[in-house]
């Protein structure tokens, strides 16, 4: 058995979070001892008018004995989240990174500004608030985030081109983050859930939805979020009570003289070595890449990096 594993004295930032997956995630943190900033510019419908999907949660979060405060900015303001939980708090520790939208359409009638809003929000979003808590993370010797990928990402869906784009595109945000801070004890994994949400639901049916709830992937959030977090740079697929970690598989592949070259037929000719996977490795950074290129060209692998600024 694990011991109990709370957040006694952690900040969290949570974007997204006045309903679904970030609710979820907001909650648990909270129930655990986290002070938690609920970011989220939605409104709720009620007979009194429109409320702050936040303040709403901020008050679920008090009313079962929690600390939280609301923050209604974009997360392309992601300084201004930031600083809600600095001015507040003091300090920020955490960083969930999980608000999002959807603009499905197919590739040929996709327009630019349907690509421009799924990235801004998705990509550059993660990107604004992680950079804004960068600093911190840095100057404290302690840090962690978590990002929200997609499947979409991972394997591709059918009118989600800007989605999948920059669902991926945060999985190599979150690459880089886990290398350069790791130094620090800062700590960067993605996520690819499924889960019932105001997105889910305009892709899965009822009955999936009403399966699909997202407390059965805030607590790999929580782990994830915690000193005692064993990973750093992850993927992992969680949703409906099964979590699984994701990893990239190379084929075995096939080398060519560098010097004598290689046309189109000789490539065709291995074609199978090059599609072999039961002999190939699974690279888990930049260096375990590059090796067998590295050693193809009888190159020393410590001479292919270039100094670090």
């Known amino acids: ?113 349907e690509w421009d809003e799924i990235l801004d929000v998705h990509l550059t979003g993660s990107f604004k608030v992680a950079h804004a808590a960068w600093p911190h993370f840095q100057e404290r010797g302690y840090g962690r985030l978590v990002f929200t990928a997609s499947a979409a990402g991972l394997y591709g869906n059918f009118g989600q ?56 992937v805030s607590p790999l959030v929580g782990l994830l979020c915690h000193e005692t977090c064993p990973d750093n740079g992850a993927m992992f697929e969680v949703g409906g009570g099964w979590i699984g970690k994701v990893r990239w598989e190379r084929a075995g592949g096939a080398a060519f003289d560098p010097v004598a070259g290689h046309s189109i037929e000789d490539v065709a000719g291995v074609w199978s070595k090059i599609t072999d996977f039961p002999s190939g490795d699974h690279p888990d950074d930049v260096a375990s890449c590059f090796a067998p290129f590295a050693r193809n060209l009888g190159i020393d692998l410590s001479l292919v990096a270039r100094e670090k600024n």
């Open 1 to 113: 058995m694990t011991s109990h594993l709370d957040f006694e004295g952690r900040v969290a930032v949570v974007t997204g979070a006045g309903g679904g997956l970030g609710r979820s995630h907001a909650k648990l943190l909270a129930s655990r001892g986290a002070v938690v900033v609920v970011n989220d510019i939605g409104t709720i419908a009620t007979d009194a008018g429109p409320v702050s999907a936040a303040q709403r949660v901020v008050e679920e979060i008090q009313t079962a004995g929690g600390s939280a405060v609301a923050d209604l900015h974009s997360v392309q303001d992601g300084e201004k989240i930031v600083e809600t939980a600095l001015s507040h708090f003091g300090r920020v520790d955490i960083a969930i990174c999980n608000a999002g939208i959807l603009r499905d359409r197919s590739f040929k009638k996709m327009t630019q500004q």
């Open 161 to 216: 081109a800007n989605y999948s784009a920059a669902k991926l595109g945060i999985y190599g945000l979150t690459r880089t983050l886990a290398v350069e801070g790791a130094g620090k004890n800062i700590r960067s994994n993605c996520i690819a859930p499924l889960a019932a949400s105001q997105m889910a639901g305009t892709v899965f049916s009822d009955e999936m939805m009403e399966k699909l709830q997202p407390e059965a």
